[in-house]
């Protein structure tokens, strides 16, 4: 049964490891523990736990995702070795439906607990590689927008903030306590930076679609889009990007999840010297 392996008092995880001079799991059969029938070594939790470990530059993602090869079920299939801080992430990256899966996590955050180590829960992890993304995005949109005539790029960028929310960078700052000069980016959630993500990708499609060209014509179409955006979300009922609540700093998400990197890497050394 799946659930003893995340039973708090007594885990059978804590005793299926494997140890090649490391303690690790193995993929596939984690990924059975979580409630999944299928492994694949691309699937959606594997893939999400592994772009956090590669938004982060302290922490070196093959120490913690180790591939290797094995032959199952008949053939030869892409597995990876798992340190135990790459199973928390799997399991917080995986579906919340799956009973297993909410166990997985509590205990993961028991264990944290019992070695005075900080866990972040799901929704901060997912912030780290969309950051990381909007960082990618904002650069092509940069370069795509000087190309194009921009020579006031923070007249531009403020028209799409504009656009989205109702109001100008420096007020959105103000709404939501950000210190000045502090990009609101470093502050938003996971939706905020999506609906983020979805106006500078398609700001940056429409300038190259259309062949937009100058400072106001090009500040107009960031404003735009950014209305748009506004639109579809007041049009499905949902929350104003303004309204949502400012979270920690990125940068305090990353440092605990290094922290918790560490630690848990400590503690499956001294199961190893036991």
């Keep these: 049964m799946p659930e003893q392996y995340f ?3 007594n885990p059978a995880f804590e005793d299926s490891f494997h140890t090649n001079g490391q303690i690790f799991w193995y993929a596939s059969e984690f990924i059975h523990w979580l409630g ?7 699937m959606p939790p594997i893939n999400k736990a592994m772009s956090v470990c590669l938004s982060i530059p302290t922490i070196i ?3 913690h995702f180790r591939e290797e090869v094995r032959f199952l079920d008949g053939k030869n299939i892409k597995d990876f070795k798992l340190s135990r ?3 928390y992430l799997v399991s917080m990256n995986a579906d919340i439906k799956k009973p297993v899966v909410a166990q997985a996590q509590a205990y993961f955050a028991a264990f944290a607990a019992a070695i005075q180590e900080y866990i972040r829960t799901s929704e901060d992890i997912e912030r780290v590689p969309l950051r990381k993304e909007i960082s990618e995005w904002e650069r092509t949109l940069s370069s795509t927008a000087k190309f194009a005539g921009v020579e006031r790029y923070d007249y531009f960028a403020n ?3 504009m656009g989205l929310y109702n109001m100008p960078i420096h007020k959105l700052r103000e709404r939501k306590n950000i210190p000045d000069g502090k990009t609101p ?3 938003m959630g996971a939706e905020e930076l999506g609906a983020n993500i979805f106006r500078i990708t398609q700001t940056n499609a429409k300038i190259k679609r259309q062949e937009i060209r100058g400072q106001q014509n090009l500040e107009a179409a960031a404003f735009e889009i950014g209305r748009n955006i506004r639109d579809v979300i007041i049009k499905n009922g949902g ?12 940068k305090k998400i990353k440092s605990d999840l290094n922290k918790t990197s560490k630690a848990f890497g ?3 050394k001294k199961k190893i010297e036991k």
């Design 85 to 87: 801080f790459a199973c």
């Design 159 to 161: 028209k799409g903030y």
């Design 36 to 42: 999944y029938k299928e492994y694949s070594p691309t």
């Design 185 to 187: 980016l470093d502050y």
């Design 61 to 63: 993602t093959t120490d």
């Design 239 to 250: 929350t104003m990007p303004e309204d949502l609540p400012a979270e920690v700093h990125i």
């Design 7 to 9: 039973d708090i008092a």
């Design 266 to 268: 400590k503690e499956d």
